[in-house]
């Protein structure tokens, strides 16, 4: 499988031609898989991917974990409202204290529109 011409998937004006046609080749196949018995593939066998939610979104919070979920990734659900946030911690130090944990990916969704492209900068 071919890869994205770019590290972090922040925005779409990023993504070059064969980056989008890459990913819409890459969503048929799995609308052919979404339709059998089994939905599961080994994509993310081993790959452990952190959702970092600073907004409710019922969503686009169980939409990626689904999506997740079915590529076999192991999953660590954050909150912000149940997190050491309410108590004055910066993202930045959040994110470091999730990394610390060795993950894989981070998928975030927060209020600030600039918040992943500060991140991918770190």
């Known amino acids: 499988m071919?890869?994205?011409s770019v590290n972090h998937l922040l925005a779409i004006k990023d993504l070059n031609k064969d980056d989008i046609n890459l990913i819409f080749?890459?969503?048929d196949n799995f609308k052919k898989i979404i339709n059998q018995p089994i939905k599961k593939v080994?994509?993310?066998r081993d790959i452990t991917?952190?959702?970092l939610?600073?907004?409710n979104s019922t969503r686009t919070k169980l939409s990626f974990e689904i999506a997740e979920k079915r590529l076999s990734?192991?999953?660590l659900n954050f909150s912000s409202s149940s997190s050491s946030v309410n108590k004055g911690e910066s993202l930045i130090d959040t994110v470091n204290n999730i990394l610390a944990m060795k993950v894989d990916m981070i998928v975030?969704?927060?209020p600030n529109p600039g918040a992943a492209l500060?991140?991918?900068k770190k």
Do not use: C, G, V, Y
Request: hydrophobic share 50%; proline share 4%.
């Open 2 to 4: 071919s890869n994205l």
């Open 73 to 75: 990734a192991d999953i």
């Open 49 to 51: 991917i952190a959702n």
């Open 118 to 120: 500060f991140l991918s």
């Open 53 to 55: 939610f600073f907004e």
């Open 25 to 27: 080749k890459t969503a």
């Open 42 to 44: 080994p994509s993310l």
């Open 108 to 110: 975030m969704r927060h």
